[in-house]
């Protein structure tokens, strides 16, 4: 029988209640926090336990795909994690049920385990992969805590994965006369009467916005005047929805430069002439014919910019980011307020992820050395 318990915390919100369920042996099968008193948390809590209760979690004839199901049910679904979040590993899951279909969990040994993730294997990346194979573990362990007998057929599993992850140097562009050459073609084919993607893709490339934070803001979340935007959350482009920011670190304010508010200026001008903000909400980059358009087509235009100019590597809406980070640092801004302008919780992301040097930065240092060196 599961047994329950209660937690407080004391954070930013006050002092918060939550709960814990566990088996008989401790194992804790599901958690919930984030209530404002111990009643709510309370009957919350029992509402949970009853339900768990009330059903056979797992029994012997449960397929792969049912097992999974059952502990995304129990461990994920009543989580506090974004329903952003929960949306990729429901993902997850219907690719778990394509690759094994109607296979039962107690049945599979780790040789045909091996063979089916290869298989699917080819067309996906690494870590892609890594995280089926991550969800299948939790899966079985949460069998094996009920007693069901099963082989942890993920044990010794080598992952075959067919694309390979992007390599740091291909997440961003690789010089800063690129950088500039981008900037400039965007600010010449600026019109909204046309498209709206060109503000968009220039603002992402000027302040390091996320995407679901750039396309989350609001005209009154900019402050032209003083030259920052204010940025408190995100917008699904999957689930069309405002979603809560993506960590505490990232309500911020990020500056402006003089070309970018222009550039806004202009683009808030022409909306209000169009009467837009009764049709969009107030909502920055809202696209006149398409409305907030979909990541597709941000990095489909993104690609074919960077064609027509022959620049490489080809990066995605999330290069933008990467790009100014790795800008900044070049320019030999201080790792720490790099860090808060783009609102990670500290260096040490910054330093594992963005730690490569832009080209010009590299050959100037290689020069450097060399004539350091000579001095010997």
Request: aromatic share 12%; no cysteine; net charge positive.
């Amino acid at each position: 029988m599961a047994s329950i318990s209660y937690t407080k915390r004391k954070g930013k919100k006050g002092l918060t209640y939550g709960y814990r369920i566990a088996d008989n042996k401790g194992n804790v099968i599901t958690s919930k926090s984030g209530f404002l008193t111990k009643r709510l948390a309370k009957e919350a809590g029992e509402s949970r336990k009853n339900k768990l209760e009330k059903v056979n979690i797992i029994t012997k004839d449960f397929t792969l795909y049912e097992l999974w199901k059952r502990w995304y049910e129990l461990s994920i679904e009543p989580s506090s994690i974004t329903n952003t979040t929960k949306k990729k590993y429901r993902y997850r899951g219907h690719t778990i049920k394509k690759i094994f279909g109607n296979q039962k969990a107690n049945t599979l040994k780790y040789s045909k385990y091996q063979k089916l993730m290869n298989d699917y294997s080819v067309n996906v990346t690494y870590n892609y992969i890594s995280r089926i194979n991550s969800d299948i573990r939790n899966a079985i362990q949460l069998a094996l805590r009920d007693k069901i007998q099963i082989d942890d057929f993920t044990i010794g599993y080598k992952i075959n994965a067919g694309k390979k992850s992007k390599k740091e140097s291909e997440k961003h562009i690789e010089s800063i006369s690129d950088y500039e050459r981008i900037l400039t073609y965007l600010e010449n084919i600026l019109d909204y009467d046309i498209s709206i993607i060109p503000y968009l893709l220039y603002t992402l490339l000027k302040t390091g916005l996320r995407l679901r934070e750039a396309v989350a803001l609001k005209w009154e979340d900019i402050n032209l005047d003083k030259g920052y935007i204010y940025t408190y959350r995100g917008y699904s482009l999957e689930v069309r929805d405002y979603t809560e920011p993506k960590t505490p670190w990232s309500v911020r304010y990020v500056p402006l430069d003089s070309k970018l508010i222009n550039v806004l200026n202009n683009l808030k001008t022409r909306q209000e002439t169009l009467n837009m903000a009764y049709i969009s909400e107030n909502i920055v980059f809202f696209d006149q014919r398409h409305g907030i358009l979909s990541n597709h087509s941000i990095n489909k235009h993104l690609k074919t910019y960077l064609t027509q100019l022959d620049i490489n590597p080809k990066i995605t809406a999330t290069g933008t980011r990467h790009t100014y980070i790795s800008v900044l640092l070049a320019k030999k801004y201080d790792i720490k307020t790099v860090a808060k302008i783009v609102g990670h919780k500290n260096t040490i992301q910054i330093r594992e992820t963005y730690g490569h040097l832009l080209k010009e930065e590299y050959d100037s240092e290689w020069d450097a050395i060399k004539g350091t060196l000579a001095e010997f």
